[in-house]
């Protein structure tokens, strides 16, 4: 793992070493730089073996005390999701109860969910949207459910259904965010598993997919237990890789997914082969950031911003500061007392509903703001949006996702940054995520990024709006992590 490091250690020593212009005066510095180059490579390499990890500990999560040890079911078991007609009757009558609230006129999205299109909406779901066969086409796929600490743990395990002789599987993990699913992967699934057949002509890269939900998300038990964080679902998921008989594996995610699979790198390196994302949280370097990011709009080379860099970074502090402040209301209420208005989305399925979808039109393209309907069909069809909204609701699982940003914003959250990642990473820098991260940031926490893509077009839920090209991408990084 430290040797795969190399390239971006010398890299970045060598990137300290460039800016100084050795006169011939100085000449005489030229080999005690060299020297000094040389002792904090040989430095490096001995203390690569001892790479600092997130110790990853134990956890129990279920209700009442933990049960002896090797008393634990371990067992994997198929599930397939149900309804009822009983369901069914009591979502209508809910919908029929739906107070409208008349919209500012000319408001678009800028008030949130535009309440005359979410008269539509909820016009759709009543009379139009059929659960029963959305329920169908969930179960296209394998589901299981498993315990581990204490609570169920659900996923969905896809494999291909040919293998050319002679060709290897990759088992690849690929975690959601908020307020997604494990649905958000159904249409890049099948291009990842039989790439051949959708005419991605990748056939020499082929994996296994294994989507979990996330504890206290959609088909996955809630925690029981206060201070259930992303780094005790990390360890969790690498207990259900292990259950699964892996014991190396590729990892992906988007979201509180990238925030979980950046700590099943740091916690067992050992254990992955590879890391992508489709988003990059980056907490530290306070003022020297601050400082190079004011400097960036004028010299951007002088701070190692490229030009693509540039355009989506500025104008900074009119545009994008603002940005994130507008786009991160909901982070602050369910950082902080998430059950208050958890509560009135679990008992409300238009509430539910505005909430949720409200995302999916500003986090997929920020221009939507500006559109009456969202721009959300522009995207994703009303089946596939109420089918995520679906399963929140049919689970009772809003208010338990929400806590999950209590539970990881009540510690400090720099302690992800404290601890570097030396396994090979891959990053896709969609142009409408909600923040950019430029490779020389990410380069601070993962110290081994083989691949850095500007994506020409698509947002926050990449695998749900572009699944062609995060497949693409994928194969890309998987392919060149193998040829290292």
């Known amino acids: 793992m430290w040797r795969e490091s190399l390239p971006n250690a010398w890299e970045s020593i060598m990137s300290r070493i460039r800016p100084f212009d050795y006169s011939q005066k100085n000449a005489v510095l030229v080999p005690v730089a060299a020297l000094g180059v040389g002792g904090m490579l040989l430095y490096w390499l001995r203390s690569g073996r001892k790479i600092k990890t997130i110790d990853m500990g134990d956890g129990w999560w279920g209700a009442g005390e933990r049960p002896p040890k ?232 002088l701070v190692g911003f490229t030009r693509e860099d540039a355009q989506r970074l500025y104008p900074f502090m009119q545009k994008n500061v603002f940005d994130v402040l507008r786009e991160s209301g909901y982070l602050h209420i369910q950082a902080t007392k998430p059950d208050t208005a958890g509560c009135g989305l679990n008992d409300s399925p238009v509430g539910l509903a505005a909430y949720i979808m409200e995302k999916f039109s500003t986090w997929t393209d920020k221009s939507f703001l500006h559109k009456d309907d969202g721009g959300l069909e522009s995207k994703y069809s009303l089946d596939e949006l109420l089918t995520n909204v679906m399963i929140y609701w049919v689970t009772s699982s809003i208010v338990s996702s929400m806590r999950y940003y209590k539970e990881n914003f009540s510690k400090d959250p720099r302690i992800h940054d404290r601890v570097a990642v030396y396994v090979p990473t891959g990053i896709a820098a969609f142009p409408q995520e909600i923040v950019h991260v430029p490779r020389v940031w990410a380069k601070h926490v993962y110290k081994n990024i083989v691949t850095y893509t500007y994506m020409p077009r698509g947002g926050h839920f990449a695998a749900f709006e572009e699944p062609k090209l995060l497949a693409q991408d994928i194969m890309q990084f998987v392919r060149k992590v193998e040829q290292l």
């Open 70 to 301: 090797g008393k634990e079911d371990t067992s994997i078991r198929s599930f397939k999701i149900e309804t009822s007609d009983k369901e069914i009757e009591d979502l209508h009558q809910r919908l029929d109860r739906f107070r409208f609230t008349p919209h500012v006129e000319g408001a678009a999205f800028h008030y949130g969910f535009n309440s005359s299109y979410l008269r539509k909406v909820v016009a759709y779901w009543r009379d139009q949207f059929d659960w029963r066969k959305q329920v169908e086409v969930l179960n296209k796929y394998p589901h299981f459910h498993t315990t581990i600490e204490g609570i169920d743990i659900h996923f969905i395990h896809v494999k291909p259904s040919y293998i050319p002789h002679g060709q290897a599987v990759r088992p690849l993990l690929m975690v959601h965010g908020w307020p997604g699913s494990f649905y958000e992967f159904y249409k890049i699934i099948p291009l990842l598993t039989e790439p051949a057949k959708h005419g991605l002509n990748e056939g020499d890269v082929v994996f296994e997919v294994i989507c979990p939900s996330i504890p206290g998300y959609g088909f996955s038990e809630a925690s029981h237990q206060k201070g259930f964080d992303s780094i005790a679902t990390a360890r969790i998921f690498h207990k259900l890789m292990n259950r699964l008989g892996f014991k190396e594996y590729y990892i992906q995610g988007g979201d509180w997914g990238s925030r979980i699979t950046t700590n099943m790198a740091q916690m067992l390196p050992q254990s992955v082969k590879g890391l992508h994302l489709n988003l990059v949280f980056i907490t530290g370097q306070g003022l020297g950031k601050m400082i190079r990011t004011m400097l960036g709009a004028y010299v951007p080379w």
